[in-house]
């Protein structure tokens, strides 16, 4: 029996060859893979010997040879057999292989495009796919978690087709991966002249399986793309609690996109990829009061975003009601020991929100395709707002508009929201018509809304919303402008008092 073992991650490949030669089988090996288990004491022959024919161009031809793909695609028929015997090549029993770390390059700073293209592999993928593809005859080992259990399988002299037919699948998905983060890491070098190629391609790493989706009833997994780097859900964490619930990472996703809008120290609460509770302050434990004080019902069972570490009096303002989950940048010792108390809560911890994680695209699946956009990531200036009406903001308000706006841009459209002091203190979401949002988040507000901002994610179709506002006492309006009747509204803010401005840019989330 012969094996050919070439690998980049090198993690038991000395303990998997051992346990081969102690079965008898021969090792044939390149380069750096040959020369550990040299100093391991193990015997070796090397593709050369076996090809008659020496590496060149620095190493890109050293396996693409007939007596290497040869031994791995035969069939063990008499034919092919005797095809083998007539050009003197012996047949290949097992190839572990690996490729070469193009994803671990690319994720280098400033790793340049000539590095990244040295580090696609070729021989190797053709190594696996031709193992693969004869997969009946020849194992194909590419996950050195596997590398015990083939051991076992061999020993035991139980090789299954379902073992052979797993790794084979498994060998299928190493290359696609591969192919994939080539394909996307060279898209990126095009992203300005062809943001959205002609075929889409990716490739996930599953995460971790989930007890159930949205409902018990539906089975459910996480996949983690392992191009996007920095901080976001895929990457953050876990400290402490459950394993995430396929609800909570979205609302993990939710909370965490909406609180790295804002600069100073932020927190937000959401539910049901909605924010209930939203606040900027000039510490991180006013921030949360204010938060939460925003509306204590729908705080509970909540989760939580904050855009600094966990100090000490957050962490006890925050144990004193049941939370899902807290994401943040990270947590004092003091705070970790204060919320790991509570058994159940999960906490993730991203590192510092110094910027936007790579992931500049939204994704949502439909039945039967995929829509793909550019991420909002647009953010309400206030000296980019065009005052519409007779009566003119002050900078306080235009401060507050823009906090308003940032907030109700990851809102459920329908959305309307109202802001006091950088404090939500009202939300409508996701309803059929504008006015019935306005409605929600006015009564919601209350008497708070006396003197408060209102934002709305697009125009308004009508001069109702107006006129519920200025009832509630609203004093400022923030909204995309556009609507044909922007008139109407421009004549009820200035019958009404209201000072309104337009961003020209509209924010839905479907």
Request: proline share 5%; glycine share 8%; charged share 20%.
């Amino acid at each position: 029996m012969r094996a050919l073992i070439s690998v980049s991650d090198k993690t038991g490949v000395v303990d998997f060859a051992r346990g081969l030669v102690d079965l008898g089988v021969e090792i044939v090996s390149t380069g750096g893979t040959a020369r550990a288990l040299q100093e391991a004491g193990l015997p070796v022959t090397y593709v050369k010997e076996v090809t008659g024919f020496p590496e060149i161009l620095d190493g890109r031809v050293k396996t693409l040879h007939p007596a290497i793909h040869g031994g791995i695609l035969a069939r063990r028929t008499a034919d092919h057999l005797d095809q083998l015997k007539e050009h003197r090549i012996t047949p290949i029993d097992l190839v572990a292989v690996n490729l070469y770390p193009f994803r671990e390059t690319i994720a280098r700073p400033g790793v340049t495009l000539e590095e990244a293209i040295e580090n696609i592999d070729i021989g190797g993928p053709a190594m696996v796919r031709a193992a693969a593809k004869n997969h009946q005859h020849v194992l194909v080992v590419v996950n050195p978690s596997r590398y015990p259990e083939v051991l076992a399988a061999l020993r035991a002299g139980n090789v299954t087709g379902r073992l052979r037919l797993e790794l084979a699948r498994e060998a299928f998905a190493h290359t696609a991966a591969y192919d994939a983060a080539i394909a996307a890491y060279l898209q990126k070098q095009l992203q300005g002249d062809m943001p959205f190629p002609p075929a889409w391609v990716m490739s996930l790493e599953l995460a971790q399986s989930l007890r159930y989706g949205e409902n018990p009833h539906q089975r459910a997994a996480f996949y983690r793309d392992p191009t996007v780097t920095g901080p976001c859900v895929g990457t953050a964490v876990q400290l402490a609690g459950k394993e995430l619930s396929y609800n909570n990472i979205l609302d993990v996703n939710a909370a965490l996109e909406l609180v790295r809008e804002f600069m100073d120290p932020s927190a937000v609460i959401i539910k049901h990829n909605n924010p209930c509770g939203a606040a900027s302050a000039g510490d991180l434990a006013t921030a949360y009061r204010l938060a939460y004080e925003g509306d204590p019902v729908s705080a509970f069972g909540g989760i939580v975003a904050c855009n600094c570490t966990v100090d000490t009096e957050t962490a006890r303002q925050m144990a004193e009601i049941f939370l899902e989950a807290i994401i943040a940048p990270g947590f004092t010792p003091e705070a970790l020991e204060i919320l790991t108390a509570k058994q159940n809560l999960r906490l993730l911890q991203t590192g510092p929100l110094t910027g936007q994680s790579t992931d500049g695209l939204d994704m949502r699946r439909v039945n039967g395709g995929l829509l793909v956009q550019e991420a909002d990531r647009a953010l309400t200036r206030p000296d980019r707002v065009r005052v519409v009406t007779e009566k003119q903001p002050t900078e306080g308000q235009l401060a507050e508009m823009a906090f308003a706006m940032a907030v109700v841009k990851h809102v459920k459209s329908n959305a309307i929201v109202v802001t006091k002091n950088r404090q939500l203190i009202g939300v409508g979401a996701g309803q059929m018509n504008r006015v019935g949002s306005a409605r929600i988040a006015l009564e919601q507000a209350g008497e708070k809304a006396r003197g408060a901002v209102l934002a709305s994610d697009a125009f308004f179709p009508f001069r109702d919303t107006v006129d519920e506002a200025a009832r509630a006492g609203i004093a400022a309006i923030i909204q995309p402008g556009g609507s044909v009747r922007d008139e109407e509204s421009i004549a009820a803010c200035n019958e009404h008092g209201i000072t309104m401005v337009f961003t020209g840019m509209r924010h839905f989330k479907h």
